[in-house]
Nanobody, 127 residues
Framework: QVQLVESGGGSVQAGGSLTLACAGS????????MAWFRRAPGQEREGVAG???????KYADSVKGRFTISQDNAKNTVYLQMNSLKLEDTAMYFC?????????????????????WGQGTQVTVSS
């Protein structure tokens, strides 16, 4: 049974940085690929950063140049380095995993592609 556990959320002032981590367990196949999503209060969940079939990262326009996703297959862990945080980055952040490395580039940040989900970690950015 695949399980994903996020950590690293918290409160930070605007302009600050946080690094989220998501540890996966219950699988040994390195083909599993992870991504980060978030849901702000009153809004739908949106894709933030994901890893495509060839290992290339894909980012939502709102976080390009500020967030970096990385995946350590040896540790079954994916990270989200968040810099220059803005008030609008306040949200519950979720990691997700899809069971196959193959995915259309256009769907890397589509939550329908992801089968496994963590419980989420809260990120709050204040002024």
């Amino acid at each position: 049974q695949v399980q994903l556990v996020e950590s690293g959320g918290g409160s930070v002032q605007a302009g600050g940085s946080l690094t989220l981590a998501c540890a996966g367990s219950g699988y040994s196949d390195n083909s599993i690929c992870m991504a980060w999503f978030r849901r702000a209060p009153g809004q739908e969940r949106e894709g933030v950063a994901g890893i495509g079939s060839q290992g290339a990262p894909k980012y939502a326009d709102s976080v390009k140049g500020r967030f970096t996703i990385s995946q350590d297959n040896a540790k079954n862990t994916v990270y989200l380095q968040m810099n220059s945080l803005k008030l609008e980055d306040t949200a519950m952040y979720f990691c997700a995993a899809r069971g196959s490395r193959l995915v259309l580039w256009s769907r890397v940040l589509d939550e329908a592609e992801y089968k496994y989900w963590g419980q989420g970690t809260q990120v709050t950015v204040s002024s």
